[in-house]
């Protein structure tokens, strides 16, 4: 099964405000996170990583944070945007987590009320 | 960045023939490419590893001989759906990894969108 779940399947918020994507992992081995942005109908794409002997890492409007005492993973994305709506998925890396080595949570969809 | 190209972006079918989805690298070569399959309002579910000039290495309950995989160069992968029925009717997405390697680093395709009727 999967080692990585978000929080929440659907998070709406308001054009301006601040989202907060959450995401839990249990393999304390992974060793390296990234978040994918997945619009309707299209691939992944990669919007930020973080590897584990970071806590922090800031992006263009968007933020990630990582507390590996809670195996805890957030997305923090400012001022969204409607062109921010999509679903979010984290992933971890880590030796056999399969054969690309990712684990995928199963997405949060960020919906953008105008 | 570099850019993975995935062809057709959407093929409907009739059951019973075969389709053909191509996975190009444009601006990188990619040792390593790999097959997803999702379900709608699902993640990504890993189908196959391709490996360029050796066997696609299928991850457990995928049945080989329905999803063909071939890696023939450096910058192409294919995946053909033998016979596809109702039930493979999916989004397939492949992702490619560098000749350099390394933890996670996988470009996505956009994408392909199969409908078998």
């Known amino acids: 099964g999967e080692s990585v779940g978000l929080h929440l399947p659907t998070l709406s918020v308001q054009e301006g405000d601040n989202s907060i994507i959450n995401c839990a992992y249990s393999?304390?081995?992974?060793?390296?996170f990234i978040w994918y942005k997945q619009e309707s109908g299209k691939g992944p794409q990669f919007i930020i990583d973080i590897r584990s002997n970071m806590d922090k890492r800031q992006g263009q409007r968007v933020t990630v944070l990582l507390n590996k005492t809670v195996k805890h993973l957030s997305l923090q994305i400012a001022a969204t945007q409607p062109g921010d709506s999509a679903v979010y998925f984290c992933?971890?890396?880590?030796?056999?987590?399969?054969?690309?080595?990712?684990?995928f949570g199963k997405g949060t969809h960020l919906i953008i009320q105008p | 960045g570099a850019v993975v190209s995935q062809h057709p972006s959407r093929v409907i079918c009739k059951s019973g023939t075969s389709v053909k989805i191509e996975c190009r690298s444009l601006?990188?070569?990619?040792?390593?490419m790999f097959w997803y399959r999702q379900f709608p309002k699902k993640s990504l579910m890993l189908m196959a590893t391709s490996n360029e000039g050796s066997k696609a290495t299928y991850e457990q309950g995928v049945e080989k001989d329905k999803f063909l995989i071939n890696h023939a160069s450096l910058t192409l992968s294919t995946l053909t759906v033998t016979s596809a029925h109702p039930e493979d009717s999916s989004f397939y997405i492949c992702?490619?990894?560098?000749?350099?390697?390394?933890?996670?680093?996988?470009?996505f395709g956009e994408g392909s969108r199969l409908t078998v009727l």
């Open positions: 393999n304390s081995a992974s060793d390296y």
């Open positions: 992933a971890e890396w880590a030796l056999g987590g399969g054969a690309d080595g990712l684990t």
């Open positions: 992702s490619a990894r560098g000749t350099s390697g390394g933890t996670g680093e996988l470009f």
């Open positions: 601006d990188f070569q990619a040792t390593t």
